[in-house]
């Protein structure tokens, strides 16, 4: 159900090379690759193919039409909207600015982002409703804000993946000696070459957003992940039905940013797209 | 030294109008810029230490230096990313310090590729333009017209990956002029390249910023290039100006040990000073430059082609080596047992100087300079 799992976890690889490796794979792959490969694949195929045959095909047919599912779909569609809008804005000028001025505390907000995933949900939320002003409580506004905090983690390692592969110093140095300023810099230089890393960390957030539980049952929001849950109650394979149509949302949205992300690639001699890099392959020598 | 430059800048203008650069210097007027006692403190390091700087409209001068002498500190407070402790930058007579980098109007060219991946060669060097809210028909013509004349006309459509390292600069050097900055700020950026592109370029940035009389400042670490392509050299150590002068003068007659050794190759050969103002070396008594302690044990500094070498049986010296240079040819020879010494000598005659030749290592009696005795 949580499509978060679909996400491979890229490593950043840099500059050329990658040719020659890859050729020495295709001549030589060896059979015990092929035994993981196959192992891996029944692992994450096989409760697919179950939850197929136990939802069967004509629940994909009227999953739509059951009650609450567009009204959850459409919370869920916002708070992704809401959440990335206020990460990225949030993320991207702290991180800049920390690449650029403050190198020291690169790791100590590093450190910082990753407190969500070593605090358990249950516990921040709890926090949060004793504190919470009461108008924000009955919003929706309140879980986009607790996704803010939840997707931090994915959404500044992905960006910060990003920054490593530019040259921050001379770009915004250039833009600026040519009259540009702060926020031209951020938009027009830096942005642009960002792209990769901005469609990661929205993908990161978005499936996030369409998979957590805890907190939005917590805050008795109806989202899509708590109506899947309810109804299952209900109709168990309906339910099913509508995890699926999720994971294939989020798989869409993955195969999205690997399409754009290798194309800017092409285009401005980029390195390969990964989910949490936007590495660029080494400019070639004179 | 430091305190004389804005003399020597005038003198230098005149040496540079002579090169033929003199009617387009006159179409355009530079603008002059001044470095006041610059100090600036890293923690412990003192990158600059009271540097002071004339640059006269036009001129291009180049800071050269070991690492860490603060040239690259001194370029980055003139384009306003750092900011100095003490004293002032001037342009045209004007305090600059508050000015933020975005408002000084300076081209920079840097040393690590700076040109926006984003973006192809045309729309790199028309950045600049966008920001002055140039039209687009303006703005392409102009970047254009740039890219033209640096000699990549043809690569304009292209993504800075697409270029080589050389071209790379080139546009670079192009964004930096399109904004017709009235100081052109240079930081090593020949350092990236190879050695048969750097020599095209030093050329070529050297031609385009006579043509438009742009105020420039280079920073290197390459004598050769700051020699091939300054009208003044200011050579720097610990934070300080040693000597500023042109790049003849700045060989011919260097103001400190420090100088000689860092510029060309310098000789060191142990001799006594007699008081009166002339020291023994090599057996002979030659007059020795102003400044020198009156007496003691002193390392003359002399230039390769400053020594003569005849070979002689019972000469001071033995040939230990040979390199060919062409017409010339650089004789390594070792006097007194253990100091080795250099020497150029015409490659004719020294085809008769095999390693193991006995020969007379000679000093002409013009005045030298020396250096404490190198232990």
Redesign the interface.
């Known amino acids: 159900m949580a499509p978060i799992s679909a996400l491979a976890v890229g490593r950043r690889k840099h500059g050329a090379g990658g040719g020659e490796s890859a050729g020495r794979r295709r001549t030589s792959f060896p059979v015990w690759r092929w035994v993981i490969l196959l192992i891996a694949g029944v692992y994450f195929l096989l409760p697919l193919y179950a939850a197929l045959r136990f939802a069967g095909i004509h629940a994909f047919g009227t999953v739509f039409v059951q009650p609450g599912f567009w009204p959850a779909l459409w919370l869920s569609a916002r708070l992704a909207i809401i959440t990335t809008a206020i990460t990225l804005a949030l993320m991207v000028p702290t991180a800049v600015y920390v690449h650029l001025r403050l190198p020291g505390l690169r790791r100590l907000l590093e450190g910082i982002t990753i407190l969500p995933i070593v605090i358990p949900p249950v516990v921040l939320i709890v926090g949060v409703l004793q504190v919470s002003p009461g108008a924000l409580k009955a919003s929706p506004w309140l879980l986009g804000l607790e996704y803010v905090i939840l997707g931090m983690p994915f959404a500044y390692r992905a960006i910060d993946a990003g920054l490593r592969s530019?040259?921050l110093k001379?770009?915004t140095?250039?833009?600026?000696?040519?009259?540009?300023?702060w926020l031209?810099t951020l938009w027009?230089?830096l942005l642009?070459?960002l792209r990769t890393a901005l469609l990661s960390a929205t993908v990161l957030i978005v499936a996030l957003v369409f998979g957590e539980f805890t907190m939005a049952s917590l805050d008795l929001f109806v989202t899509f992940p708590v109506w899947i849950v309810l109804f299952d109650q209900l109709n168990a394979n309906m339910s099913v039905a509508a995890s699926i149509f999720a994971l294939v949302v989020v798989w869409l949205l993955l195969m999205l940013i690997v399409v754009v992300g290798t194309r800017q690639a092409r285009?401005?001699?980029?390195g390969q797209v990964n989910l949490f890099t936007a590495a660029?392959?080494d400019?070639?020598?004179? | 030294m430091a305190t004389n430059a804005a003399d020597a800048a005038t003198n230098d203008s005149g040496v540079a109008g002579i090169a033929g650069a003199a009617p387009a210097r006159a179409a355009r007027a530079g603008t002059s810029v001044s470095l006041r006692n610059l100090t600036r403190v890293f923690g412990k390091t003192r990158a600059l230490d009271g540097m002071s700087l004339e640059i006269a409209p036009g001129e291009l001068v180049a800071l050269l230096g070991p690492s860490g002498c603060g040239k690259t500190t001194a370029l980055r407070i003139v384009?306003?990313?750092e900011t100095a402790d003490h004293g002032e930058v001037l342009i045209e007579g004007k305090d600059v310090s508050p000015v933020?980098?975005?408002?000084?109007?300076?081209?920079?060219v840097?040393q690590?590729?700076?040109?926006?991946?984003?973006m192809n060669a045309l729309d790199n060097v028309g950045?600049?333009l966008r920001?002055?809210r140039a039209s687009g028909t303006r703005r392409r013509q102009r970047a254009g017209e740039l890219l033209e004349m640096v000699g990549l006309s043809a690569q304009a459509k292209q993504?800075?990956?697409?270029l080589?390292?050389?071209q790379?600069q080139r546009v670079?050097l192009a964004?930096?002029l399109a904004?017709e900055p009235r100081v052109l700020?240079l930081d090593e950026p020949l350092s990236a390249?190879?050695a048969k592109?750097r020599l095209q370029l030093r050329e070529q940035i050297r031609n385009l910023q006579q043509r438009l009389g742009t105020t420039t400042l280079f920073v290197t670490h390459d004598q050769e290039e700051a020699l091939s392509m300054a009208d003044r050299v200011g050579v720097m150590k610990n934070g300080k100006l040693e000597q500023i002068a042109a790049p003849s003068e700045l060989y011919a007659k260097p103001a400190t040990a420090f100088v000689a050794e860092f510029v060309g190759t310098m000789n060191r050969l142990p001799g006594d000073l007699n008081g009166g103002g002339t020291v023994t070396v090599l057996g002979t008594a030659v007059p020795v430059q102003d400044g020198a302690p009156e007496s003691g044990p002193v390392d003359v500094l002399v230039r390769p082609e400053g020594l003569t070498l005849a070979p002689a049986p019972n000469g001071n010296g033995i040939v230990s080596n040979r390199t060919f240079l062409g017409a010339s040819t650089r004789v390594t020879v070792l006097i007194s047992g253990d100091t080795e010494i250099q020497v150029d000598v015409a490659s004719t005659a020294a085809a008769a100087m095999v390693p193991g030749t006995a020969v007379q290592v000679a000093l002409p009696p013009t005045p030298v300079l020396v250096a404490p005795r190198n232990t």
């Open positions: 530019l040259d001379t770009l140095e250039a833009s600026s000696s040519l009259g540009a300023g031209t027009r230089v642009p070459n285009r401005t001699g980029g660029r392959t400019t070639k020598g004179n | 384009a306003g990313f933020p980098a975005a408002k000084r109007d300076m081209g920079m840097f690590s590729y700076s040109l926006f991946p984003n950045f600049g920001m002055r993504f800075p990956h697409q080589s390292g050389g790379q670079a964004r930096a904004i700020l390249l190879d592109v």
